[in-house]
Every structure is written in C-alpha cells, then in structure tokens.
C-alpha cells in the first residue's frame, strides 16, 4: 500500500496561515509532529501560541481538513498540547525576523 | 474541546458596543469645549461629560470586548449572548439619561442611574451563569468577577447619588464622590484592565515565559485596597482611606511592572497602532500616578485634575483605543473570511487596518491629550481648546476607522 509521508502533512499544514502573524503553522512551530499509520490515518500534535487564542478550534479545523486533502489520507486527527510552551525561538528563522524578534528592548 | 468557533458573539451584537462607545467618546470630547480650562470637580456639565467618556465609551466598549473575549479564556459559550443586545441599549439609554440630568434635567439623573445599575447587573449575572466555577481558574477571570461586583456596588452607590442630585433622597452627594469614583475606577475599570492585560498583553505581542508575580500583586492590592477604602468610609477614618489609596497606588505599579515584564519578553518587535497605542497608554499611566502621589501628598486640585485627565483620556482612551484596532479587524474576520479559509485567498488581520488614518488617529490624539494636560496645569484656555480641537479630530478619524474595520470585504 503507498503510503503518506511526513514530507507531504508539513506542506500541507503549511499552506494554513495564522491570519494575525501573517506566518504558516509550520514556519511558526506550531506542528509538534505528526504519525502516520499503517493505514495513512495521520495524528497531528500541535500546539498555539497562546491558551486563549480565539481561533482554537478553527485552526483545529483548517489542519485537519488541509490534511484530509492529501491523496490517500485515510483521516486526520488534531491534538492541541502545552507542552512544551511555544515561544518564538521555535519559529523559523525568516518567521522571526519578520517579526523583528530579537531586535531590541521593546 | 469545542472551544471558541461556536462560542463567538455575533458580530451584529458586538460592533453596536464600539460604534455607540466611540460616538459617545465624540459627545464626550464636543461638550469639554463647554467648558473652560480651570475646572471644578463639582460642576455637573463636566461631570456629566466625564460620565458620558467613562460609562458610554470606556464601559460600553470593555463590555463589547469582554463579550468576544471570555467564552474563549473560560472555555464555553455564553450562556444567554441574548443579553447583550438589551445590556447594550440599558447602558447606552442610561448614559444619554445621565448626561441629560447632568446638564438640564436632574430629575432624570434617577432614572439614567438605575437603568445603567440594571445593565450592569444584567451583564454581571450573564457573566457568572456563563463562567460558573471557571469564574476562579484564573487570574483574568478572578479580576473580572471582584470587578464585577465592585460595579455593582459602585454603581449604586452612584444611583444613590443621583437620588440625592434629583432631592428624591435627602443627602448630600458630594460625600459619596470619592468612594464611588474608586470603587468604579480602581475596583471595577482597573482591575478588568488588569486581568485581560495578562491575556491580550501576550496574545498580541506573541510573549511567554515571563514571572506573572507582579499581576498577582497587581490584583491582591487593588483588592484589598478598594476593600479598605469602603470600610475607611464606613468608620469615617480618614488615615485607613489614605492606606486604601497607597496600596491601590502599589497595585497600578505592580501592574506596570507587570507590562514591562511582558513586553521584554515579546516575540514581536512591530511598531504597529496597537504597540504605539499602547505607549501613549502606559506613559499616560505612569505620569498619572506621579500626579497622584503629588496630590496625595498636599498638591492642589490642579495635580488631581491632571492625574484624572492623563488616566482617563490617555491611559484608558488610548489603551481602549488600541486594542480596538486588533479586536475589530479579528471579529470582522471571524464572521466574513474564517469560512473561506482553504477556499481562497483571505486577508491578513494587519491589512484590515487603514494604517495612514489610524496614524492620523493616533498622532491627533496624542497631541491633544498633552496639549489639553499642559492647559490644565496653566489653566491656559488656549492650550485648553487647542488640545480639545486636536481630540476631537483624532476622534473623528477614530470613528471613520471603526467603520473602515466593519465594512471590510
């Protein structure tokens, strides 16, 4: 059986924008990993960049069904965790100087 | 968990909140031109306009953005988001009353005062059917809830006052001045700004792993010191009010602490409206409580003024202000463009921001804000109209900007 491969869920997740930061899912560090099983069931681990973010459950959404749109993807599961805490230092380096992270006091 | 798509208000209920809240800040600014730059704590125009700025644009707005906020903090939806609509028009109608009683009729100061305690009250039970045993889970909801119930008592207090201003009750109002203003302003609007800074504070500006101590200071000072203000009133003990007032003093300080520890800790370093907002917001502050600790320690009526000026206008205006310009563009968003994410392209919430009018917004309105400050400490009428003319047109691209925001596509 063909199966998925991590390579094709991380281009998929990262056609999902944050709509406040401007940055991808993925270039933001946001997707802890994602499994794959025998039967291209994918389980995506991720997190957000705050506990109160208001779009909780539309990027829940938005993952799941950018997933689903893989060839032979079976289903997709979303699991939001805090652990560990996102920070920016896990955002790509492009991502961050976008944000101008680092730079300067304020 | 379901948490937030479902639980959104509607924008429909939620944008009334803001147009009203900024038109009533307009009303607020055109009827100080009224008024001259020495100003007396007890004239009931400026009164009245200061009520019309506090509960028709402060209040309105902060209840229009709890209303979007708190379902996703606390993890359900509203319980009767039905409300809304009618604490909307009790707060708006109660405002209008108030200032007309203020300026004309003080007959209607009753009325005014007692619809604005009903919506309050309504939006006070809405909050604590929605949140129940969630209300304690954290910080941000704990200050919510004791700031609920400090308006609540501060509003009735207030009522009561009008009661007094109407001679329904026989009273001298003027006693009840300073316990209602703090009960209102350090126990109710301080502490809900203190509790949804640890949560809007860090979404924003992208901050994690920073001390969250001085908040909890923050909100234990405040706390206890509205609380001890109420009971130096009641034993009529001036020494224990002047307490009150240094812990509540601590507690605005550990609150600034707080913020700079946010934001050295900020994963973002864009100078947007929202940033620079929020500079004016916390300069304002800081300036407001150095007034505050001149006055308190004998200065004249000028440094209270000046302290209340610099507080209201510019740490609540601005940090109100500000967050306007990141909550509407995201509810705006939510409603039209959530539903064609994948479908096709959408915006970003930064371009749905007319970034040269609210520069036009910010710049106008900072000037009038110190301009307008420096007439009060020279009781210049010049300065004072001049800083006025300079709010005022800051105000208007304020609300060309509100209505920018809503009617993107």
């Known amino acids: 059986m063909q199966s998925v491969t991590k390579e094709d869920v991380y281009a998929a997740i990262s056609t999902v924008i944050d709509p406040e930061v401007g940055c991808n899912l993925v270039d933001l560090g946001l997707i802890y990993g994602a499994d794959i099983d025998e039967n291209n069931h994918v389980n995506v681990t991720m997190t957000l960049s705050t506990r109160g973010c208001p779009l909780?459950?539309?990027?829940?959404?938005?993952?799941?069904?950018?997933?689903?749109?893989?060839?032979?993807?079976?289903?997709?599961?979303?699991?939001?965790?805090?652990?560990?805490?996102?920070?920016?230092?896990?955002?790509?380096?492009?991502?961050?100087?976008?944000?101008?992270?680092?730079?300067?006091?304020? | 968990m379901k948490i937030s798509s479902n639980f959104a208000p509607p924008l429909g209920i939620i944008s009334p909140f803001f147009i009203t809240g900024v038109l009533f800040y307009i009303l607020s600014i055109v009827g100080l031109f009224t008024l001259e730059s020495h100003i007396s704590w007890l004239d009931l125009h400026w009164i009245g306009f200061?009520?019309?700025?506090?509960?028709?644009?402060?209040?309105?707005?902060?209840?229009?953005?709890?209303?979007?906020?708190?379902?996703?903090?606390?993890?359900?939806?509203?319980?009767?988001?039905?409300?809304?609509?009618?604490?909307?028009t009790f707060i708006s109608l109660g405002t209008l009353l108030l200032l007309i009683g203020f300026l004309a009729y003080p007959l209607l100061l009753s009325y005014g005062g007692l619809i604005i305690v009903l919506g309050f009250a309504i939006f006070g039970i809405e909050l604590i059917l929605t949140g129940k045993d969630g209300l304690w889970r954290s910080l941000s909801t704990r200050a919510v809830s004791f700031a609920i119930l400090f308006l609540t008592i501060g509003t009735v207090l207030g009522w009561i006052m009008t009661l007094g201003l109407a001679g329904t009750l026989e009273m001298d109002p003027s006693h009840l001045i300073d316990v209602h203003a703090m009960t209102l302003l350090a126990g109710g609007v301080m502490l809900i700004l203190i509790g949804l800074a640890q949560i809007?504070?860090?979404?924003?500006?992208?901050?994690?792993?920073?001390?969250?101590?001085?908040?909890v200071w923050a909100f234990g000072l405040i706390v206890f010191g509205v609380v001890l203000y109420l009971s130096g009133e009641i034993i009529a003990s001036d020494t224990v009010q002047t307490l009150a007032m240094v812990s509540i003093l601590f507690a605005v300080g550990a609150h600034s602490v707080q913020v700079v520890m946010i934001a050295r800790k900020k994963g973002r370093r864009e100078y947007d409206i929202w940033f620079r907002s929020l500079a004016v917001a916390y300069l304002s502050l800081v300036l407001s409580l150095g007034c505050f600790i001149f006055a308190l320690m004998?200065?004249?009526?000028?440094?209270?003024?000046?302290?209340?000026?610099?507080?209201?206008?510019?740490?609540?205006?601005?940090?109100?202000?500000?967050?306007?310009y990141k909550i509407i563009p995201f509810l705006v968003w939510f409603e039209r463009f959530s539903p064609?994410?994948?479908?096709?392209?959408?915006?970003?919430?930064?371009?749905?921001?007319?970034?040269?009018?609210?520069?036009?917004?910010?710049?106008?309105?900072?000037?009038?804000?110190?301009?307008?400050?420096?007439?009060l400490v020279f009781e210049n009428n010049d300065l004072w109209y001049g800083g006025l003319s300079f709010l005022l047109v800051g105000s208007l691209f304020l609300i060309h900007n509100i209505t920018w925001m809503l009617r993107f596509k």
């Open chain 1, 56 to 106: 909780h459950q539309s990027m829940i959404d938005w993952v799941k069904e950018a997933v689903e749109k893989i060839e032979l993807v079976e289903g997709c599961d979303v699991e939001i965790v805090w652990e560990p805490e996102w920070n920016i230092s896990m955002a790509a380096e492009h991502v961050k100087q976008s944000l101008g992270a680092g730079t300067g006091m304020w």
């Open chain 2, 50 to 88: 200061v009520h019309t700025y506090l509960i028709g644009f402060v209040m309105l707005v902060i209840i229009g953005a709890m209303a979007q906020l708190l379902p996703v903090v606390l993890e359900r939806g509203h319980c009767c988001v039905g409300f809304y609509p009618i604490i909307f």
């Open chain 2, 200 to 215: 809007l504070l860090p979404m924003f500006g992208l901050a994690h792993g920073f001390d969250t101590k001085p908040a």
């Open chain 2, 298 to 324: 004998g200065g004249d009526d000028r440094a209270w003024l000046l302290s209340g000026w610099l507080f209201g206008i510019g740490f609540l205006g601005f940090m109100i202000t500000g967050h306007l």
């Open chain 2, 340 to 375: 064609l994410v994948g479908k096709q392209k959408v915006p970003m919430l930064h371009q749905m921001v007319p970034k040269r009018s609210a520069d036009f917004q910010w710049g106008y309105s900072s000037v009038g804000l110190f301009v307008a400050a420096l007439s």
